[in-house]
């Protein structure tokens, strides 16, 4: 336990001065958010009008920003790990003496606090779009953003463990989080699309995580309430076979994804030589 304690702490340090000295990427990661939010938001607020009572679409999209800002910088932690890999570093810490498990928790756990970070900052826009906060709610999205983003950087690091080459972990990378966050709920309740889409969407962690954070931001009564056009039953939260997900059953479907993740991670890593 020492062991695997000592190389999750060397490796997530490692990977904390390493965000500390890149400053750009601390800005660069919210290039593609704040992107969303301001074309979407002002592209389609008017079109769609409330979600529900309230709610206004800039609102709705907004948790979902922050879990995509979470979502984009977890799976970029495998970038290090393949930049380790070109540059031979990698194989350093392959035949120190730390454990494979501990080198995947410490690229997550690291890449968990960066994706936090960033998280939180994104809170700077809440008073601008008419989202109420206070210290409580700062504190349940702290801790629900780390249970998302060591989930989700278990993803990274998985494809990372078989990438050579940093422009084919972008290339994947690419592939894989477009559809993340498109049948996430980011931009549309997930419960008002086609049977196969709605199935498909909630075989997505992602959509847990959104849904976590929108339901701590507007709360469970609003979240759950039916739409502007009469519709019944759940429209913005999540429902698994009718029965509404909660904050906390939402964040058990994350961890679970997680450890799943994290697990093959670890297994693939055991493989390298």
């Known amino acids: ?21 890149e400053r750009a990427r601390l800005f660069s990661s919210f290039a593609q958010p704040l992107l969303f939010l301001v074309i979407f938001g002002a592209g389609f607020n008017r079109m769609v ?14 948790p979902g920003i922050i879990a995509m800002t979470v979502l984009m910088s ?4 495998g970038v290090s790990i393949v930049w380790d890999r070109e540059f031979g570093f990698l194989r350093e810490i392959l035949v120190a003496p730390l454990g494979r ?11 968990a ?12 826009l809440a008073p601008l779009l008419g989202v109420s906060l ?8 702290i801790l629900i953003l780390i249970i998302i983003s060591m989930s989700l950087s278990g993803l990274g690091v998985l494809i990372a463990s ?4 940093q422009q084919g972990f972008m290339i994947i990378v690419q592939v894989i989080v477009m559809p993340l966050v498109f049948l996430s709920g980011v931009f549309f309740p997930v419960n008002n699309v086609p049977a196969w889409l709605a199935v498909v969407s909630k075989v997505n962690p992602l959509t847990y995580g959104v849904d976590a954070i929108r339901q701590l931001f507007l709360g469970k009564e609003v979240a759950a309430a039916g739409g502007a056009m009469g519709q019944t039953g759940s429209v913005i939260s999540v429902t698994v076979f009718g029965h509404t997900m909660t904050i906390l059953e939402d964040l058990l479907i994350v961890a679970i994804f997680g450890v ?3 697990s093959l991670a670890a297994w693939a890593f055991s493989k390298q030589e």
């Not at 009008?49 to 907004?62: E, H, K, L, R, S």
């Not at 498990?101 to 890449?111: D, E, H, R, T």
């Not at 970070?117 to 994104?122: D, F, S, T, W, Y």
């Not at 078989?162 to 080459?165: A, H, I, T, V």
């Open 113 to 124: 606090v960066v994706a936090v970070i960033q998280g939180i900052v994104m809170l700077v």
């Open 260 to 262: 799943v993740l994290l």
């Open 49 to 62: 009008g409330a979600m529900t009572p309230g709610v206004d679409f800039i609102q709705f999209m907004y």
């Open 101 to 111: 498990s501990g080198i995947v928790l410490g690229k997550a756990a690291g890449s």
């Open 134 to 141: 206070n210290p409580i709610m700062v504190i349940k999205l």
């Open 1 to 21: 336990m020492a062991d695997l304690f000592r190389a999750t702490w060397v490796v997530a340090y490692r990977e904390l001065l390493r965000f500390i000295q």
């Open 162 to 165: 078989r990438m050579r080459s």
């Open 74 to 77: 977890s799976i970029m932690s």
